[in-house]
């Protein structure tokens, strides 16, 4: 049971990091253009259309100082991360290279947040008046509360077949030594009483080739 939750489980995180990685590509080459012409209306529709999309709880732009330039949220813009945040290590990692990173966190309602975070860079067409190759940074956030509530539902739904499947096992098993030992010990007793009361004609038909057999023989 363990290890098929694990595995449904799994396969889940990789759809939704998936689907995440892709909302971020798509954002990302938006924002590629928008800021390099510096078209702040573009970047912000851009973010409002990712932002309203299933599961997704927040969407930012950083610039290299950790300051947030744009966001899903606008109360965040403006604010600078401090480097001691979880959120900002999948940055100051290997993403600052070009790879796009992934980090699970708690949010403050409790459910857990995926973070998908991958830098935006400058186009090879525009390297040569535009040095910098990092223009920012792209976080994409994505809820993973329906992750965990199917998790959990998957996870139920398999107890719940395991403890029918022990049940039919049980049920067999008793069955089992009813028919191979409750049934022909409870004859035995019907014959020895009936020898009790005075019928010495009376004999154990038990056949088996099994111990109770065998006592059944000697018995005779």
Do not use: W
Not at 72 to 82: A, E, K, M
Not at 123 to 147: F, I, N, T, Y
Not at 191 to 208: E, F, H, Q, Y
């Amino acid at each position: 049971v363990a290890l098929s939750n694990i595995i449904a489980r799994n396969k889940l995180m990789a759809d939704y990091r998936n689907y995440a990685i892709h909302l971020s590509g798509l954002a990302q080459t938006g924002f590629e253009d928008a800021m390099m012409i510096k078209d702040p209306d573009k970047i912000k529709k851009i973010i409002q259309a990712i932002g309203t999309r299933a599961h997704i709880v927040g969407v930012a732009v950083f610039n290299k100082r950790g300051e947030i330039k744009y966001s899903h949220n606008p109360d965040d813009v403006g604010r600078i991360s401090s480097k001691n945040d979880p959120t900002c290590a999948i940055c100051h990692d290997r993403t600052l290279n070009g790879q796009t990173q992934t980090v699970i966190l708690p949010s403050k309602q409790g459910a857990r947040i995926m973070k998908v975070a991958q830098p935006i860079i400058n186009q090879p067409k525009c390297q040569g008046c535009h040095q910098e190759r990092v223009l920012g940074m792209l976080m994409v956030d994505l809820s993973l509360a329906e992750v965990d509530q199917l998790a959990a539902a998957v996870l139920g739904q398999q107890i719940l077949q395991s403890l029918m499947t022990v049940t039919i096992v049980i049920a067999a098993l008793i069955s089992f030594m009813y028919l191979i030992v409750t049934r022909p010990l409870a004859y035995f007793l019907r014959i020895t009483r009936a020898i009790a009361d005075g019928d010495l004609s009376r004999r154990v038909n038990i056949t088996a080739k099994d111990e109770i057999g065998e006592l059944g023989a000697s018995f005779n």
